[in-house]
């Protein structure tokens, strides 16, 4: 099996911060997995999902994603690959499918490609309904939905998703999680950041818990639970390695 | 094609902005609207106004026949009649009226007395039959009433006026006694009329670089340009806006997710709101041309010039566009972007001779004009309008008004781009 993401020594630290967001992290995601990273707040989940999609340079180590490095080739990688990030990324005044046939084009899709696509994500993710209405009005599990498809439009081969299902009802979750395991079922690598275990435990092949910005548990999710013979499920083996402290 | 499809989609967004929309397009039809009209008196001032002036005629004799006369000719001055001088002087007191000239009793008689006792005299100096005659004749005043608040060249220019007709009527008058003493006792000869005035004649007219005359900056003719150029300028609100917004709403980070380059986003925003400059150019054309008149003031005359006027149009609209992404990309929140932003419009705007015309500023100010895009626009568009420059003429500004818009983009991209990767 091929490596679809390699994380080297990745080291990252914002301007003005006390201590390095994500410290020299390095792990490997195999193709077709489904790969949970998972870390509480502030963890530096979302810093490495920007370093991963090449929008923010690492201070040192590398990223490489299909097999190019992200420094030189980030820009053909991005065509490749499909991100959801945590924050909404959409035009609030544009409709859902304004919004998505502009996505469409700007992928470069030919129309057609994307008329079949936005159909059928529409149906998915049971937005056709609200399809002429401008995003602004949505519900926050509507916008969410609306964020993932904006990154499934161009069939990416690795899709990147930041907290997908935060903020977002028991219905959206549900239908969200269930997608994701099909998108897995057709061979497509996904990396998932949550800090929600059960969903993890629900759709994810392989794991890296991270804290404070270093990997502390990676591998397949057989792997990482079979380290700690003592934890019954993974929510105790995560609050065993990153300890019970509440975060901000 | 991606720069269309962004093009579509500032459109969608704008049109679903009412605020952008009344900042492009109300905003300035009511500027060019209310300022064509508060301006309108004081552009009449500094030209083509006609001065009303009261004329008290106690004399009623030739002297006020001649200045009556020659006022009557003037395309500047037209007479009122007041047979009161009190009443005379309460109206301009009152402000009625800017100036009153009274012409009191025996004024001609006066005058002539003088001529004849001073022609006697002469003659008698030469010892011709003449007696000479040195009893001081009563002196008469003539007098020009002026509004305080009347603008000194006007004052200047109403009471040369008529001292001059006095002199000339006087120079009439020696030379008629002249005749008429000489030919004392002899049969008379016939009365010539010299019309010394026709031997050196001053005539005026505007220095221009062709035939095409008589064309004022009027209000409208100001006004209309003017505040077209700051309109374009304007839009940098709805554009460095809707910039800014992209960035906090996080679409821009999609499209930043989506390719490599941003060429096409640029582009597309850069195009978007070049045809919008476009659309309000010929908007407040347009406003000139069918609401001014309508409005009881004059219609813009854009002298006829069709292909030079669109290219300074576009050259304008680059350059107001250039502005606007410069100020959105490189300001970090939409409330420092959009005060700088719409401050700086003001400034350029004012020394760039929007609000007033350049050429009534003080002298620094008229230096510093050369710096604002919007000078090089309005003189551009004056240049064309009222005196149908040629393309020569016109360039020197044109490519100012591109190369800025070039700098102004490139820096643009330059800072996006360094932006783009943290
Ligand atoms: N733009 C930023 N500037 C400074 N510090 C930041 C910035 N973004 C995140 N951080 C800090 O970096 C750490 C990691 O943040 P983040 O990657 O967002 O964590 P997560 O996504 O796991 O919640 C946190 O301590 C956070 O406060
Ligand atoms: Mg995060």
């Not at chain 2, 301006?39 to 004399?59: G, M, N, S, T, W």
């Not at chain 2, 007098?143 to 006026?161: M, R, T, W």
């Not at chain 2, 919007?374 to 393309?391: C, K, V």
Request: glycine share 8%; with cysteine.
């Amino acid at each position: 099996m091929s490596i679809v993401v390699r994380l080297d020594h990745l080291t990252k630290q914002y301007l003005k911060a006390p201590r390095p967001a994500v410290s020299n992290m390095s792990f490997e995601i195999p193709e077709g997995a489904v790969f949970g990273l998972l870390g509480p707040n502030g963890a530096g989940k979302s810093t490495t999902v920007m370093m991963l999609c090449g929008l923010m340079r690492p201070d040192s180590g590398t990223v490489s994603v299909l097999g190019l490095d992200m420094q030189e080739h980030g820009a053909e990688v991005r065509k490749k690959i499909g991100v959801a990030p945590q924050e909404i990324a959409l035009f609030p005044t544009l409709t859902a499918h304004e919004n998505l046939v502009y996505f469409g084009r700007m992928y470069g899709l030919k129309k057609d490609e994307i008329k079949r696509q936005i159909e059928k994500y529409l149906s998915v993710f049971n937005l056709r309904e609200k399809a002429h209405k401008q995003v602004g009005t949505f519900s926050g599990g509507m916008k969410k939905r609306l964020n993932l498809i904006a990154a499934l439009l161009h069939q990416p081969r690795l899709v990147i998703l930041d907290e997908p299902t935060a903020g977002v009802d028991v219905q959206s979750r549900n239908m969200i999680l269930d997608f994701l395991t099909d998108l897995k079922a057709e061979g497509t690598s996904i990396i998932y950041s949550s800090h929600v275990l059960e969903e993890a435990e629900r759709i994810c092949t392989h794991l890296g818990i991270i804290d404070e910005g270093t990997v502390l548990q990676t591998g397949t999710r057989g792997h990482v639970m079979a380290q700690h013979p003592d934890c019954q499920n993974l929510e105790q083996l995560f609050l065993k390695l990153t300890g019970k402290n509440i975060r901000d | 094609m991606k720069i269309l499809s962004t093009l579509y989609k500032e459109f969608l967004l704008l049109a679903r902005d009412p605020g952008g929309m009344a900042l492009i397009f109300i905003m300035p039809l009511a500027l060019v609207v209310v300022m064509a009209l508060v301006q309108d008196a004081p552009f009449r001032d500094y030209q083509e106004i006609k001065l009303e002036v009261l004329f008290v005629d106690a004399d009623a004799d030739s002297l006020s026949a001649k200045i009556k006369q020659a006022f009557a000719a003037s395309p500047n001055v037209s007479l009122v009649m007041e047979k009161d001088s009190i009443v005379a002087k309460k109206r301009v007191q009152a402000g009625d009226f800017k100036a009153a000239i009274i012409i009191p009793q025996n004024t001609s008689a006066a005058l002539r007395n003088k001529t004849r006792q001073l022609i006697t005299t002469v003659f008698a100096d030469f010892g011709l039959p003449a007696q000479a005659d040195s009893t001081p004749l009563p002196g008469v005043d003539l007098k020009i009433l002026f509004d305080p608040a009347i603008k000194a060249n006007y004052k200047q220019s109403l009471s040369g006026a008529v001292e001059k007709i006095i002199a000339n009527v006087q120079t009439a008058w020696v030379l008629d006694e002249l005749q008429s003493q000489l030919g004392e006792g002899k049969p008379a000869p016939p009365k010539r009329d010299f019309k010394l005035t026709e031997i050196v004649r001053v005539s005026t007219q505007y220095a221009s670089e062709n035939k095409f005359q008589g064309l004022m900056l009027n209000s409208v003719q100001h006004n209309v340009p003017a505040w077209t150029m700051f309109a374009m300028f304007f839009i940098l609100y709805p554009l460095a806006g809707n910039f800014i917004k992209e960035r906090e709403e996080g679409s821009m980070l999609r499209l930043r997710l989506i390719s490599g380059s941003q060429f096409p986003v640029i582009a597309g925003k850069f195009s978007f709101y070049f045809l919008v400059c476009l659309t309000q150019f010929v908007m407040m054309i347009a406003v000139g041309i069918f609401v001014m008149p309508w409005l009881g003031l004059s219609k813009l005359a854009l002298g006829g010039d069709a292909l030079n006027i669109f290219i300074t149009a576009c050259a304008v609209a680059m350059a107001a566009t250039g502005y606007g992404v410069l100020i959105g990309v490189y300001f970090k929140t939409a409330q420092q972007a959009l005060s700088f932003g719409s401050v700086s419009v003001v400034i350029l705007s004012a020394i760039g001779g929007v609000w007033v015309p350049v050429y009534v500023m003080p002298e620094i100010l008229q230096s510093l004009s050369r710096f604002s895009p919007m000078s090089w626009g309005l003189e551009s568009f004056n240049d064309l309008f009222l005196r149908q420059a040629s393309i020569g003429v016109i360039l020197p500004n044109v490519l100012k008004l591109v190369a800025f818009a070039l700098v102004t983009l490139l820096a643009s991209v330059v800072i996006h781009k360094s932006r783009t990767v943290v």
